[in-house]
T-cell receptor
Framework: EAQVTQNPRYLITVTGKKLTVTCSQN?????MSWYRQDPGLGLRQIYY???????DKGDVPEGYKVSRKEKRNFPLILESPSPNQTSLYFC??????????????FGPGTRLTVL | GENVEQHPSTLSVQEGDSAVIKCTYS??????FPWYKQELGKGPQLIID?????GEKKDQRIAVTLNKTAKHFSLHITETQPEDSAVYFC??????????FGTGTRLLVSP
């Protein structure tokens, strides 16, 4: 089954404790992206990757890191989480690295709470 | 850059009624407008999209209309059913820039 998977689905942590949210897709997509969803703000892009070893900042990259060492995986790293990073996070992928008109496939989401 | 506004933020309808969600965009170069549906506990999923060379597109009970002059597009759901209850996001892009999402509309369909 074609899908985007994320782990963990739920995470409660404390300020300053490094964490990683994993994302994996099995569709051989070139483009992958991370979003955060907050009430009243919709989906805001954190980072994206057009291909292996190619990543770039989205609209809200502060406090986050990513890496793209393999085509299928795109982990999101919070080196020192803070309470304002409490949010619902989505990973997404699409076929093309050039055309944003390609359908984006979203993972099921990771709900993060930073105390 | 592109900015997308979406209204209303919440919409309640009775089963069988129609629902309309409206979005406006700022970049006149945008030419692709998808709509995503997010059910509870799941990620957004594409339900319909429209490109700038057409004014309307239908798929069974859902339709999208586009007015490029006014820079707005709308999602229409007819004969609503409880399973239509979800959060709906509109989005816009020029095709070579990133997809910009609206803030979402929570649709509640009451039996």
């Amino acid at each position: 089954e074609a899908q985007v998977t994320q782990n963990p689905r739920y995470l409660i942590t404390v300020t300053g404790k490094k964490l990683t949210v994993t994302c994996s897709q099995n569709m051989n997509h070139e483009y992958m992206s991370w979003y955060r969803q907050d009430p009243g703000l919709g989906l805001r892009q954190i980072y994206y990757s057009m291909n292996v070893e190619v990543t770039d900042k989205g609209d809200v990259p502060e406090g986050y890191k990513v890496s793209r060492k393999e085509k299928r995986n795109f982990p999101l790293i919070l080196e020192s989480p803070s309470p304002n990073q409490t949010s619902l996070y989505f990973c997404a992928s699409s076929q093309s690295r050039l055309r944003s008109t390609d359908t984006q496939y979203f993972g099921p989401g990771t709900r993060l709470t930073v105390l | 850059g592109e900015n997308v506004e979406q209204h209303p933020s919440t919409l309640s309808v009775q089963e069988g009624d129609s629902a309309v969600i409206k979005c406006t965009y700022s970049d006149s170069a945008s030419n692709y407008f998808p709509w995503y549906k997010q059910e509870l506990g799941k990620g957004p999923q594409l339900i319909i999209d429209i490109r700038s060379n057409v004014g309307e597109k239908k798929d069974q009970r859902i339709a999208v209309t586009l007015n490029k002059t006014a820079k707005h597009f709308s999602l229409h759901i007819t004969e609503t059913q409880p399973e239509d209850s979800a959060v709906y996001f509109c989005a816009a892009t020029t095709g070579f820039q990133k997809l910009v999402f609206g803030t979402g509309t929570r649709l509640l369909v009451s039996p």
